[in-house]
């Protein structure tokens, strides 16, 4: 059965105030996340907005082991993480790389499709804040085409993102999940679902950011749901090679979505947008919808 909030475990895994921006789509989802993962797990984690809200010791926000790796070794770290855990006879102890999507997507990938073909056992959660934004907002592999970043020229990115879900798929995986912070018990069931299975799991989260999207931190959860109402981003999952929408995406039909617009006027990164690019990405929405 679906988790409610009303039995969400009460056990805290990240301290109360952290260094995360007001309104950070991370701190919700990391929150959330720690209770599914649970206790006696030991955490992998590269240069990030994440390591700057973990904090160092002794004033680290999260309270679980966590080892911070370069950023392009964090899947091979957490390969050595569950050999090691191996080698003491603690295969119990679990073990979660998380990274963002600059270090998933760029530069981690190749350490990550190495643990994907040998079937790591271990959960990799990339949330996409959809840019470098721990250094100030450069673009990333999956920043959407036509957005600003201070990386990008005036009339946005000019190339499409690149969907690391379905190069995931492409590796065979037991278990792969899109998720967003703006659905957080949605979050919480597939981590839950994801830490109970063998191999190599992979996550990807949607993750609104106030200060690299440019809008105000109070409306981080509407500007997430919005990514999912418009049908930009989709929650899926694909289990055992069958793919399935989860939760809202699997009440919308194409004639239900709102129009990407809506989306688009909550962010200022979008202001670049042509109406041509617009009509464009719309219809490549429907066309996705269409093919669902
Ligand atoms: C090899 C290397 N290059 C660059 C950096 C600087 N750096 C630290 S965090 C970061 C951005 C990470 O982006 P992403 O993975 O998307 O996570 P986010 O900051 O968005 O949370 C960069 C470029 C680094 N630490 N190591
Ligand atoms: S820059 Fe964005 S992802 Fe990073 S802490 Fe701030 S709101 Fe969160
Ligand atoms: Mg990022």
Redesign the pocket.
Known sequence: MATTILNLPDDELIHPGNRACAGCG?SIIYRIGLKAIGRDTILVV??????VMQGLYPIAATQLPCLNV???STAAAATGVVAALKAQGRENTKVVAW??????SD?GIQALSGACERGEDFLYIC???E?????GV?R?GTTPQGVLTTTTPVIGKLQKSKNVPAIMAAHGLNYIATASASYPLDLYDKIKKAMGMPGTKYMHVHTP?PS?WGFDPRYSVKIGKLAVETGIFDLYEIENGEFRLTGPSKKLTPSKLKPVTEYFDTQSRFRALKEDQIASIQAGIHEKWDNY
Request: charged share 5%; glycine share 14%; with cysteine.
């Open positions: 991370l590269p240069p990030s907005c994440l390591t370069t950023f392009a990274a963002g999507d600059g270090g998933t530069i949330y996409d804040n840019a470098y934004m721990n250094t450069q990333s950011c690299g």
